[in-house]
């Protein structure tokens, strides 16, 4: 029928990927780069032959048109492809080797235009429902489906164990060359030791009483990645103001006390530090939001934004950090506060997961914490906590001794409370340093 909108798909390049595939070792890896998972191809034969490139890639043994045709047999799927002649076919394709991965970006631009139909098909549902879901929740939903819609092809939901092991030795390469840590590593060495780094789709919850230095943890945390590292990071703080934020950053950074910064106060030295590190963040991947009444519904939003800005630059968003967890809103109504911020806890787990970032996220300990100040704080403590310590991949609490003249002292201790993935209650030692607005390692 004359008009009728036809499903997006290019066989001939679907052929000349695989058949460049077949062809040459360059042209797998210059594909792999491009198309994750098999779905991004159209035609059945061409996905199952997808799959099988793929595992014998990651054995390591040599692909061509033989050992391809063998596999596929054992697994009685060489019929299914179309026999031998398909894949000499592919051969025979006019493929150009070195053109494998523009072919493959052809194969995957018709499959995300298909992912977009499918979202606008799922959109236009939801505007229909009337089952008493708020409009801002479903305005969150279709966000989402757009958001999936471009990283559906970049994750899978299950995975075989034989193209795992490839992973797992890419893991463990990583882990030696980054001296044990397997993730995002922290500014404090002791803490590395314990939980080799903040992984993505873990939520990391840092607890204590008020002035105890939550904050300022967070502060640490992010410049170490952000700032020395280059690792996009998003800090939303609903406290204070990001131009604050920036200052105690920039002293923090240059070693000048926040104190002479706020009255412009510098000696020659101080004056040449700051503007020294001005220029070396002023390039730096970091987000500040310094909104005061953030819903969760926003967090979600703007991760999704600083996520597709940051893949316009071949980047991606790998930490999110939120100051602090009770101070969130939701948009639906809850019967208490306890089940407002066990909804807050689950939902940023799950952002954590879609994601794939680390989040972490400052939490208030009860006021029975309070009561017993100079002891260490417990994870019972946090306050509407018992969604949180379920959500938590690590909670970690921080404890300073009160002073006989009611004060604070430098000595700080962050416990280890949880550590789903390893040793708790270890203790790390860390002292606060008042005049630049961080912690540090007492052995560094």
Avoid at 86 to 105: G, N, Q, R, S, W
Avoid at 265 to 293: M, V
Avoid at 304 to 326: A, P
């Amino acid at each position: 029928m004359a008009g009728e909108l036809q499903i997006p798909y290019d066989l001939q390049a679907e052929q000349n990927a695989l058949g460049a595939m077949l062809q040459s070792r360059n042209a797998i890896v210059d594909v792999l780069d491009v198309i994750k998972q098999s779905d991004v191809f159209y035609d059945s034969k061409n996905k199952l032959i997808f799959e099988q490139i793929q595992t014998l890639y990651a054995q390591g043994i040599e692909v061509d048109p033989t050992t391809l045709k063998n596999a596929l047999d054992q697994r009685g799927l060489l019929e299914a492809v179309g026999g031998v002649t398909y894949l000499f076919d592919l051969v025979d394709t006019p493929a150009i080797i070195t053109a494998a991965e523009e072919y493959a970006k052809i194969v995957r631009g018709h499959s995300l235009r298909r992912n977009i139909i499918r979202a606008g098909d799922q959109i236009k549902a939801l505007g229909f429902k009337k089952d008493g879901t708020s409009p801002e929740l479903l305005l969150d939903q279709a966000e989402s489906l757009i958001f999936n819609a471009s990283n559906k092809d970049e994750s899978e939901d299950f995975h075989k164990i034989e193209s795992l092991m490839a992973e797992v030795g890419e893991y463990l390469e990583n882990i030696r060359l980054n001296k044990g840590v397997s993730g995002i590593s922290s500014p404090y060495h002791d803490l590395n030791k314990f939980l080799h780094g903040f992984k993505p789709g873990q939520l990391i919850i840092i607890g204590g009483r008020p002035s105890m230095g939550k904050s300022t943890v967070l502060l640490d945390l992010v410049r170490h990645a952000a700032l020395t590292q280059n690792i996009p990071s998003a800090l939303f703080s609903l406290e204070d103001e990001p131009m604050l934020i920036s200052v105690k950053i920039l002293s923090a950074e240059s070693s000048v006390s926040k104190g002479n910064i706020d009255q412009a106060i510098f000696s020659p030295r101080d004056a040449q530090n700051i503007r020294e590190t001005q220029q070396r963040l002023a390039n730096k991947p970091l987000f500040i939001d310094g909104s005061s009444h953030l819903t969760l519904l926003e967090i979600h939003t703007k991760c999704r934004r600083i996520q597709q800005r940051l893949q316009q630059e071949g980047k991606k968003l790998e930490l999110v950090l939120i100051d602090y967890l009770q101070l969130i809103k939701t948009s639906d109504r809850h019967e208490s506060r306890q089940q407002e911020v066990a909804s807050i806890s689950r939902s940023l787990k799950a952002l954590a997961k879609e994601l794939q970032v680390p989040i972490i996220a400052a939490a208030q300990l009860n006021r029975a914490a309070e009561e017993h100040s100079n002891r260490a704080p417990r994870m019972s403590e946090l306050r509407e906590s018992g969604q949180i310590e379920q959500d938590a991949d690590v909670i970690l609490l921080i404890h300073r001794i009160i002073s006989k003249e009611n004060s604070y002292g430098v000595d700080t201790d962050l416990i280890i409370e949880k550590n789903r993935a390893g040793e708790r209650g270890r203790t790390i030692n860390l002292l606060f340093d008042y005049h630049c607005c961080r912690f540090q390692s007492v052995f560094q």
